[in-house]
């Protein structure tokens, strides 16, 4: 999964978003800075672009995607770890970063709370999130394909995981209960560029856990063909281009 995420997904979906994230995460001038869900690395290398002074320690749960990163991006320190339990020192970062990564947090709290540990006093939380599935031109799309090829039968996980934490309010409550205080909450649209329709539908049907969804049907093939084609005579042939939202998100710790 790993090599189909970073090969059809990282280029389009991700890099965009990295080179603004990274952008602003060096208008704040980090030393010390941790990423959490690092993957196989987009944010990482921007991060060092962009802040070249900065050590970065880049972390995954995902020891296959720790195992990937570390190979495309050896400059920050990779390891693996759980944002809920952070094997880090007290107050050992003055910027936390992650990109796209928490709507899989099991518990945001926990995971904020953790951030606000090992942040310095006057440190900052930098993240973003995606918008509505239906605001994501490439995500929107896929998920039409996916239930016209399996009415009824589809997986949600676009909609429900990476596209189901959308609301400012919530997040900020969600800060708020780990002892964080939200300072800004930015609406982005970015376009993504894909060389074809058949690379971003490859994609998400080998590199997301949709994958796992179909792997074990007998028809998964017929799926997999019906999908590529439906997103094809959709979005046409050749390059495409989608817009996609997400929101940025800056925090502190008030004390």
Same mark, same amino acid.
């Given at each position: 999964?790993?090599?189909? &995420? ?5 280029? $389009? ?7 603004? !994230?990274? #952008? ?18 987009? +944010? ?11 050590? $970065? $320690? ?16 050896? /400059?920050?320190? =990779? ?15 003055? +910027? ?15 995971? &904020? ?10 440190? %900052?939380?930098?993240?973003?999130? =995606?918008?509505? !599935? @239906? ?17 009824? /039968? ?10 189901? &934490? ?5 997040? #900020? ?6 002892? +964080?205080? +939200? ?6 649209? !970015? ?9 971003? @539908? ?7 856990? $949709? ?6 049907? %007998? ?29 940025? &998100? ?6």
């Amino acid at each position: 999964m790993p090599e189909a &995420y970073e090969r059809h997904l990282v280029p $389009v979906l991700f890099r965009p978003f990295a080179t603004d !994230l990274a #952008a602003r995460a060096a208008a704040l001038r980090p030393r010390k800075v941790l990423e959490l869900a690092a993957g196989t690395g987009a +944010l990482t290398s921007a991060l060092l672009t962009a802040a070249p002074t900065a050590s $970065v $320690v880049a972390s995954d749960l995902n020891e296959a995607m720790v195992a990937a990163g570390s190979a495309r991006e050896p /400059r920050a320190d =990779w390891q693996q770890a759980d944002a809920q339990e952070l094997p880090f020192e007290d107050g050992g970062f003055d +910027l936390v970063v992650c990109q796209f990564g928490v709507m899989f947090f099991p518990d945001r709290p926990a995971a &904020y709370a953790e951030v606000r540990r090992v942040l310095t006093p006057q440190g %900052r939380f930098l993240f973003n999130s =995606w918008g509505p !599935l @239906s605001t994501h031109g490439f995500g929107a799309a896929f998920q039409d394909a996916l239930e016209q090829s399996m009415p009824g /039968r589809a997986p949600a996980f676009l909609e429900d995981v990476p596209h189901g &934490y959308t609301d400012p309010a919530l997040v #900020a409550s969600d800060l708020e209960a780990a002892g +964080l205080a +939200l300072d800004t909450a930015d609406e982005v649209t !970015l376009d993504a560029v894909a060389a074809s329709a058949a690379s971003i @539908s490859t994609g998400f049907l080998t590199g997301t856990p $949709v994958s796992a969804a179909l792997e074990s049907r %007998r028809d998964a093939r017929t799926i997999r063909a019906s999908v590529t084609r439906r997103m094809t005579d959709r979005l046409g042939s050749g390059p495409v281009t989608a817009a996609m939202t997400a929101t940025v &998100y800056t925090a502190h710790r008030p004390d």
